[in-house]
Structure formats: C-alpha cells, structure tokens
C-alpha cells in the first residue's frame, strides 16, 4: 500500500512562489513514478509535473514548463513542486499520486493518491 500526504498550498498574489512537498510512505513495485496533478471547479484533473524515481527524468504540462520544478530526495521520501511565477489560473486543489511515468502525463496511469492542498493565485 502506498500512502502520499501533500502539503504547502496556501494563498499568493499573482507572480509569486509557492513549494508543495508530498511525502510518500511507500515505495511500491507497481509504481515507478510520482507525478503532481490539479483539478479546478468544474474542469478535469490535468496532468502538471511527473518525475520517474529511478533516473529523476522529468515531464511537465506546457503550461508549466518553465514556471514549475518537480524534484525528489530519496532519503526524506519526498517529491517536491516549486512553483514560481504564479498565475491566476494556476488557481486548483493539487494531488501527488504514484504511478507509471510516461509521455504525455496521464492520470490514468497513477493508482495511489493523496487527499491534495488547495492552491489559490489571486489577481
């Protein structure tokens, strides 16, 4: 069973940083990856940032490449989202999840999830 607990959502004006953390109880063999999604009212979850845990290889969602770094340190089970240059509509509840990585990000391939941290981007 794999357990993902997120944190570090909050509040910011527009233009600003936040650092969502996911803390990741167990390593399973039937994941490979950790990826960090969103979800808006009223519109679909949508892949943002993955990173395969063997390599550190990463895939983000165009419209946060540039802005957003995902990260990982093996030794605190912990993946991390930066997320600089913050827009309003960056404005969603965040999840981690483990899963299969791949190209393009794909919900469908992430089996365990976290209860998400609610990120809101004011203008």
């Known amino acids: 069973q794999v357990q993902l607990v997120e944190s570090g959502g909050g509040s910011v004006q527009a233009g600003g940083s936040l650092r969502l953390s996911c803390a990741v109880s167990?390593?399973?063999?039937?994941?490979?990856?950790v990826g960090w999604f969103r979800q808006a009212p009223g519109k679909e979850r949508e892949g943002v940032a993955a990173i395969y845990n063997g390599d550190g290889r990463t895939n983000y969602a165009d419209s946060v490449k540039g802005r957003f770094t995902i990260s990982q340190d093996k030794a605190k089970s912990t993946v991390y989202l930066q997320m600089n240059s913050l827009k309003p509509e960056d404005t969603a509840m965040y999840y981690c999840?483990?899963?299969?990585?791949?190209?393009?990000?794909?919900?469908?391939?992430?089996?365990?999830w976290g209860q998400g941290t609610q990120v809101t981007v004011s203008s």
């Open positions: 167990v390593v399973s063999s039937s994941s490979n990856s």
């Open positions: 999840a483990a899963g299969y990585f791949g190209t393009p990000l794909n919900k469908n391939n992430y089996k365990y």
